[in-house]
C-alpha cells in the first residue's frame, strides 16, 4: 500500500468557490484515516482530488513519493489504483451483484472465468455467495453496500476511499458494516481514507483522524489526543 502525502493543497471551483485551503497531512501505509467535518467543509472536494476526479488549484498529492496531483500534473483516476465507496452504493443497475465484483476486475488482464471465481470467492468471503445472481434492485440498502465493498476490495487497491458509507443505512447495519470495513480493508492492507460527519464513527474506525472546518484541515492527529466541540 501507498503512503499518501496531500501537501498544501487548495482548491477553488470555477465561479471561486474556494473549498479546499492549504491542507496538509501524510497517511502511512496501511493507515485507517478519518477526515471529519461538518457538511460543507471541504471532505468530498478533498476526497475527490486524491481519487482524481477533481483537480487541485495547487499544492500536491504523491502516492508513496509519486506525485499523482499538482497544478501542472494530473494522473487519471483509473491509473491510481484506488476504489471508492460511496454513500449511494453506485452498483451498476444492469447486472447482478457478481456481475459487478468482477467488472472491477476488468482492467487486470484476466480472463472471464478467472475474473468470475475471484468475484464469487470475495462474496463468499463476505458471506453473500448466496446473493450473487440478484440485480442491486433486489438487494436491500445494507446488501447493496457490502455488494459495493466487495466491488471496492476485489481488486486489492493500494488506497480505499470511502465517502460516507454507512449514511443510509440504520444504526444496527451501520455498527456492523463499520467492523467488515475495518476488519477488511485492514486484511487487504490498504491504506483507507473514509469521510464522515458521524464524531463515533471517526473515534471507531481511525487510527488518525482529520478535522476539516470551512476548507482549512484544523487539527490532524490519533482520535485520543483531539479535542472536539460538541
Ligand atoms: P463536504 O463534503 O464536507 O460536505 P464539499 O467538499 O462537498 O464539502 O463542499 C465544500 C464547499 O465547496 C461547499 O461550499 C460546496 O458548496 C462547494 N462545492 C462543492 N462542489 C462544488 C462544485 N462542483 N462547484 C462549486 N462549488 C462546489
Ligand atoms: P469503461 O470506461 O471501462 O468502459 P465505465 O467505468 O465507464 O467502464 O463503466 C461502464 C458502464 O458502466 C457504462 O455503461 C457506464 O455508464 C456504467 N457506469 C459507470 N459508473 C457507473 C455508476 N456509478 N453507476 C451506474 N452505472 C455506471
Avoid at 454507512?166 to 476488519?183: F, G, H, P, Q, W
Wanted: charged share 25%.
Amino acid at each position: 500500500a501507498p503512503d499518501l502525502s496531500v501537501v498544501s493543497v487548495s482548491k477553488t471551483y470555477e465561479g471561486g468557490k474556494c473549498a479546499l485551503s492549504e491542507v496538509t497531512f501524510e497517511a502511512e501505509a496501511g493507515s485507517f484515516v478519518v477526515l471529519l467535518g461538518p457538511s460543507g467543509s471541504g471532505k468530498s472536494t478533498l476526497l475527490r482530488c486524491i481519487a482524481g476526479l477533481e483537480r487541485v488549484s495547487s499544492g500536491s498529492i504523491s502516492f508513496s513519493k509519486r506525485t499523482v496531483s499538482s497544478s501542472t500534473l494530473h494522473v487519471k483516476s483509473e491509473d491510481r489504483q484506488l476504489s471508492m465507496v460511496f454513500q449511494d452504493y453506485a452498483l451498476w443497475p444492469h447486472m447482478t451483484a457478481l456481475e459487478n465484483v468482477a467488472f472491477a476486475l476488468r482492467r487486470r488482464g484476466l480472463g472471464k472465468s478467472e475474473r468470475n471465481a475471484s468475484a464469487a470467492s470475495m462474496l463468499e468471503r463476505m458471506g453473500l455467495g448466496h446473493l450473487a445472481s440478484r440485480y442491486p434492485q433486489e438487494l436491500s440498502g445494507g446488501e447493496q453496500q457490502r455488494v459495493a465493498l466487495a466491488r471496492a476490495l476485489v481488486a486489492r487497491p493500494g488506497l480505499m476511499l470511502f465517502d460516507e458509507p454507512l449514511s443510509n443505512l440504520d444504526a444496527d447495519l451501520r455498527e456492523r458494516l463499520r467492523v467488515e470495513i475495518s476488519t477488511l480493508t485492514r486484511e487487504v492492507g490498504a491504506t483507507a481514507l473514509y469521510i464522515t460527519h458521524d464524531q463515533s464513527e471517526a473515534f471507531a474506525l481511525a487510527d488518525y483522524v482529520g478535522v476539516l472546518e470551512s476548507g482549512r484541515l484544523v487539527q490532524f492527529d490519533r482520535p485520543e489526543r483531539l479535542y472536539l466541540f460538541p
